[in-house]
């Protein structure tokens, strides 16, 4: 397995209290601005696959638009259960664009 930073969106796709769903390699990921930080985390809900950057993003939560799982942005974490059940992802900001990192094989 390899890491490698790919380029996903620019950094004005994705304004404050909101994400933007973007592919990276073969992941589905999404991508969140929190107070000006990025996270980014699976995209695909780990309930029944819906599309966790389109959810309703408060406190530091996204509620998953299809059937209301909630997951700590930061983490992954949901917040029933307490398990980490989105993967998480670095990234980060360079020179106007998003970048995340995934592994490759
Ligand atoms: S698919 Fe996300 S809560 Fe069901």
New binding site residues.
């Given amino acids: 397995m390899t890491k490698k930073w790919i380029d996903v969106a620019a950094s004005e796709d994705c304004s404050d209290g909101a994400g933007i769903e973007v592919i990276a390699d073969s992941e589905i990921i999404a991508v969140f601005r929190l107070n000006g930080d990025l996270f980014a985390i699976d995209g695909v809900?780990a309930?029944?696959?819906?599309p966790v950057a389109q959810g309703r993003v408060e406190h530091g939560c996204v509620t998953?638009p299809?059937?209301?799982?909630q997951y700590e942005i930061p983490t992954g974490i949901q917040t029933i259960n307490r398990k980490p059940l989105q993967k998480t992802f670095p990234v980060r900001e360079r020179e106007d664009r998003i970048e995340v990192q995934v592994e490759i094989d």
């Fill in positions: 809900c309930h029944q696959g819906g998953c299809w059937h209301g799982w």
